[in-house]
């Protein structure tokens, strides 16, 4: 049947079971918004305030559920403004498709009116991106697009359509059979199966290690290995610590979870990297927030490394043993080869870090921001969705909340986007409407971009905004304290807003928390609320600091802890 280039873009995103788009109308999208509109039976869209907005919310929608997110925004500077997100989405391995417009093929390279290289502008963000100036291969790039965002490593894929594009017809036949030829075609080394000698080589290393340790990442997660992690640590009693983007992937109930490593990482974490005489990287990327000084980490240790993509070997830490493939598949055989054992000396001394070194804070009459996420875990029995902006907010949230299962705690690892957390909280909520939906933020993320305070009222998305507030940016002014002679260059929000009365005049419920005893019916309150935003503003103390830090250039066993 003949079909406009609109109408193909509709009919394949049902073949390709999409329930949700979140974007911005303009111009050049007009023909797809026309059919958004007759098709909104069948796919909901979302109008977010800006298109940045839009952008999180595909890339939190897609965290949250493991599906492909989608959002649209138009030509020009609607389809600049998707860029942080992109790069936000590629940065952490989510699948994304962006769609944008683009003036008609005939203006093409003329400086048109909201013309911009779009493609040219996200080859470096984006798993691959194209231009589309023929209505006869739309159908097969939108199908190839959502295979190369899903496929393997995730990632972000962006597709540009030039406006006579989406009027134009030609025939169209529903089909996933390109899609199929793609994936075959498209298989490399990531994708072939390790060797059994390699297995076998890897296994024998793990069964005469003395003082093995796990490091888990956000792969475990993405490639739903958890279990299969839980299963190998439980068999070889080896302690397991995890990456920001790896909560949840081990839960943080486990015996033999450490905690956190890296930069902020629990001490008992740190020191196990540190003294292991085996690491077992699996999904992680060994961040320079986790490793600091490359010279210094792990110096006692050989490395075996489990990923899936072959760029991330031998990257920032060089690997002695590296297995390159689907982690279920390699988790499971070597599981198989791992002999059984018993609590050995080693874990429990790392068990014994852990009674040594826990984290703390000092009650001091103040709000306090661990005591906040403290309420907030005992009022949800720690079955929250755990949205984060960027700073010292997204530390606590990662220190102080208690995950239970993978994608449970959705933040800006790789790119640290302030603004991020509002969006993605908004599409997490869209996309698991049963879950309780927290953004922890800090008032200088939040700013960046409580437009969005509009979307979640609109929709009725009733996601909780924590704004734990110490009217500065408090992450750089905690390096400014601690490292620059407490020279504190524009960090200090002079603005005294009142969130409150803000999240209010936007027709949001609004609450002010400034004692201690106010936390808990504060949290109450808003966990009660089911149709729409509610935005809390925890009044902190503007010197309250995220503990433990690692110096710069220090190695990650040397610590400052208060």
Known sequence: MKLTGSQIFIECLKELEVDTIFGYPGGAVLNLYD??????????????SHEQGAAHAADGYARATGKVGVCIATSGPGATNLVTGIATAYMDSVPMVAFTGQV????LGKDSFQEIDITGITTPITKHNYIVKDVKKLANIIREAFAIASEGRPGPVLIDICKDVTAATCEFTSSKENEQYYLSKHKGISHEIVSDELILKAAKAINKAEKPFIYAGGGVSISK????????????????????????????????????????????SNLAASQCDLLIAIGARFSDRVISDVSKFAKQASILHIDIDPAEINKNVQSTISLVGYIDDILSRLIDKIEIKEESAWAEKVKMWKVKYPLTYIEDGNVKPQAVIKSFLRQTDGEALIVTEVGQNQLWAAQWYKYKYPRQYISSGGLGTMGYGFGAAIGAKVGCPDKVVINFAGDGSFRMNLQEIITAIKHKIPVIIAILNNGTLGMVRQWQDLFYEKRFSQTTLEEELDYAAIAKAFGAIGITVTKPEQVDDAVKQALAVKNGPVIIDFKIDKDEMVYPIVPPGASIDKLITE
């Open 225 to 268: 290995t958890h279990k299969l992690l839980t299963k190998l640590a439980h068999k070889a009693r080896i302690p397991v610590t995890t990456s920001m983007m790896g909560l949840g992937a081990f839960p943080s109930s486990d015996p033999l979870n450490t905690g956190l490593i890296g930069m902020h990482g629990n001490k008992a």
């Open 104 to 107: 008609g093929t005939n203006l």
């Open 35 to 48: 059919e958004i509109y007759k098709n909104k039976d069948s796919i909901m869209h979302i109008r977010t």
